[in-house]
């Protein structure tokens, strides 16, 4: 998971690159970079920690143009160095190239070896490398041509963004897996960006979302950017970004994350309608459970409480290397609210379960807090696959519903029910007009090599 973000035509594009950033800050925050271009030449600044501390104002005055990329990086396993965060740059035949990435290639390690094999030497762990050297080993004479080659060899889910010393080239790949939109800046110019929360902050009109499948080209000499169907659509957005990755101000593809999570909510409440538990308070782990536990709380009639606290001063970039830690961390997090909860028995709502520790630590903390009864509800499916396609899941066997049951999850979170929202009511609360990327609940690795 990351964000990217493209800025073109606009003279304080490095400016509007971090702001857009900044406001997609909840993709990752691991490492944060932006390029601009200004006469002929690339300008990078990239380094880690958070867009506010990375990009001061002496930065941005350094990166100066009318063109800027920019991207924040998530932060996962290992892949922690500053060599790993982008843009990535680089001067081959045609002039200099910086590229921005989101997503996941899956045939990364195979063109990799193959390139290392005719003497290619890598500076980073990233497949956004690859590309790189694709296109700079193309023979062809327009950069357009070499990219359309270059991803030819490309599988995987992807949203690029290259820019030249003159133009911007923004691919969604054929899927739509993760989520790109287009907008028009009221200042001038044009955006593209991972999420449309991006818009509001520079001001900036969505237009609509880059298609699956579709290269748009910005250039000085058009007035608007060029868009050319390189791929056949083949669409299926990630579902996921709507469960747990968006900001809930986004619209992705047409639909507002609010309202799909409030949907999500709402079908939980009505498949626990004629059930014999009763609760006095709907309870959202905040901030990702707030809108499912809102929907639920609308459906069922039962009030919506905070029954727990949230600190928002927890570093992000907390280094978790630890089971012992990750507990700690939840603590540091999460607190209940011991007034309102003592005697009660509490509807619990969050997002996802992926590893179960945040679960079962918010149970034992409510329980020690005095609360009566404690019934979970989880907003998704049962997470029993890790993706490929972009997101940082742990590995099948960190996966705590790849190693038990429903039954053998609710015991070991010591809750008093358990029910999670099943792959169709999913479906259903995002709109069911299109098919979505669910292999982390259903394993349907659907991009093949
Ligand atoms: P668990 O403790 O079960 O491993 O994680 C569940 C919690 O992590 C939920 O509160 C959910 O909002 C959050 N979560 C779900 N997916 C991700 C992810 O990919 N990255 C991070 N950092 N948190 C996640
Ligand atoms: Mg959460």
Not at 73 to 84: K, N, Q
Not at 205 to 216: A, F, H, N, Q
Not at 220 to 229: R, V
Request: net charge neutral; charged share 30%; hydrophobic share 35%.
């Amino acid at each position: 998971m990351c964000a990217i973000v493209g800025i073109f035509g606009n003279e304080k594009a490095s400016r509007l690159a971090s702001l857009a950033l900044f406001s997609m800050q909840h993709r990752g925050q691991e490492a944060t970079g932006i390029s601009s271009s200004c006469d002929g030449k690339i300008h990078t600044i990239k380094n880690r920690g958070l867009v506010s501390d990375v990009f001061t104002n002496e930065a941005l005055d350094y990166l100066k143009g009318n063109m800027a990329i920019g991207h924040n990086r998530y932060s996962t396993a290992g892949g922690d160095s500053i060599l790993d965060a982008q843009p990535v740059f680089a001067k081959y035949k045609l002039g200099e190239i910086s590229i921005v990435h989101n997503g996941n290639l899956i045939n990364k390690d195979e063109i990799r070896e193959e390139l290392i094999d005719k003497g290619a030497i890598f500076q980073t762990g990233m497949d956004t490398e690859n590309l790189i050297h694709l296109i700079a080993k193309n023979s062809k004479n327009r950069l357009r041509d070499r990219i359309k080659e270059a991803l030819d060899k490309t599988i995987g889910a992807y949203c690029f963004i290259i820019q030249s010393r003159s133009k911007q080239f923004v691919i969604r790949d054929r899927y739509g897996i993760r989520p790109l939109s287009l907008g028009k800046i009221k200042s001038g110019g044009y955006i593209v960006a991972s999420e449309t929360c991006a818009f509001d902050l520079v001001d900036a009109e969505y237009i609509r979302d880059v298609k699956p499948g579709e290269m748009l080209v910005f250039d000085e000499k058009n007035e608007e950017p060029e868009s050319i169907q390189l791929y056949e659509p083949e669409f299926r957005p990630c579902a996921f970004e709507y469960v747990y990755f968006a900001r809930p101000d986004s619209v992705i593809d047409g639909k507002n994350v609010y309202r799909t999570r409030e949907n999500m909510g709402r079908a939980l409440a009505k498949n626990d309608k004629g059930s014999t538990i009763s609760y006095d308070m709907v309870v959202p782990v905040p901030d990702s459970g707030v809108p499912a536990a809102l929907g639920y709380a609308a459906e069922s009639g039962i009030p919506f409480e905070y029954g727990i606290i949230r600190n928002h001063y927890v570093g992000r970039t907390f280094i978790e290397p630890t089971q012992e830690m990750r507990n700690l961390k939840v603590r540091m997090k999460l607190s209940p609210m011991k007034s309102l909860i003592a005697g009660k028995s509490l509807l619990v709502i969050d997002d996802s379960i992926v590893r179960g520790t945040t679960s079962k630590r918010i149970v034992k903390m409510l329980k020690e807090a005095g609360a009566k009864e404690v019934h979970f509800r989880v907003a998704s499916p049962e997470i029993k696959f890790p993706c490929f396609y972009g997101i940082d899941t742990p590995t099948k066997e960190e996966l705590i519903s790849h190693r038990m049951t429903k039954e053998e999850i609710e015991k070991y979170i010591e809750a008093d029910s358990l029910e999670y929202l099943s792959i169709e009511d999913l479906t259903d609360s995002i709109g069911n007009d299109r098919d979505y990327a669910l292999e982390s609940f259903n394993g349907d690795y659907f991009v093949k090599k």
